[in-house]
């Protein structure tokens, strides 16, 4: 069954803190890995996205990590800002017919 | 121009209404989706359409009923809906179909919020 789990479901840290959100996945065969942000009743905004060659990708303080053999992403943020509070969201398409799995998202809550 | 917009952003009515929910995009895309979000969840797809046709109905009930008018516009029109359809509705779009092996990303709209009552 192909499923997207990501973990934790929630973190909260202190303003200027790193955290990392991590994403397994068991999609097969795969296409690639987006990370998105969504504000709260907000879209989803895009924030990298990963091919099966590629292990890092970085977009300002975002880094994603990829490693296809075990089928995990991470995503790193760093120095944290207020704004960065969140839901993360793991998105990973299949290769068959193009279809996307959704993870439940990561709530990121960033305290000043 | 690489937004999708979509109105109203709040919506509330009864269980008799006829509304509709719009979305546009101006970036020459040729696929568009509606999704529907509950709290706390992820999107979950329900149409997608492709060069302004109906690809893909994830088995949606009938009383949500999507219009594709032009490559830019994206409808749906919602009759009878029950309270349990209250969701964030969210409307996106990409390039073409995600069929193919290309890092195409969608792009998504703020959402219509609608509360059945």
């Known amino acids: 069954k192909n499923q997207v789990e990501q973990s934790p479901q929630s973190l909260i840290i202190l303003e200027g803190k790193n955290c990392t959100l991590q994403c397994n996945y068991t999609v097969s065969p795969f296409s690639n890995l987006r990370w998105y942000k969504q504000d709260t009743g907000r879209g989803p905004v895009s924030l990298t996205i990963m091919t099966f060659s590629e292990n890092t990708k970085s977009n300002g303080r975002y880094t994603a990590t990829l490693d296809a053999d075990t089928k995990q992403s991470s995503l790193h943020i760093t120095a944290s800002q207020l704004s960065d509070s969140a839901s993360y969201i793991c998105v990973v398409k299949g290769s068959t017919l193009g279809r996307l799995y959704f993870g439940r998202g990561t709530q990121l809550t960033v305290w000043p | 121009d690489t937004e999708v917009t979509q109105t109203p952003k709040h919506l509330v009515m009864g269980m008799t209404n006829k509304k509709s929910l719009k979305c546009e995009q101006h970036?020459?895309?040729?696929?568009m989706y509606w999704y529907k979000q509950k709290a706390k969840k992820p999107p979950e797809l329900m149409f997608v359409y492709s060069y302004e046709k109906l690809s893909i109905n994830e088995s949606v009930p009938s009383r949500f009923s999507p219009e594709c008018p032009n490559s830019s516009l994206l409808n749906l029109h919602l009759h009878a809906l029950q309270p349990e359809d209250s969701a964030l509705y969210l409307c996106a779009s990409s390039q073409g179909l995600l069929t193919s092996g290309s890092a195409d990303t969608q792009y998504f709209g703020p959402g219509t919020r609608l509360t059945v009552l």
């Open positions: 970036m020459g895309h040729r696929a």
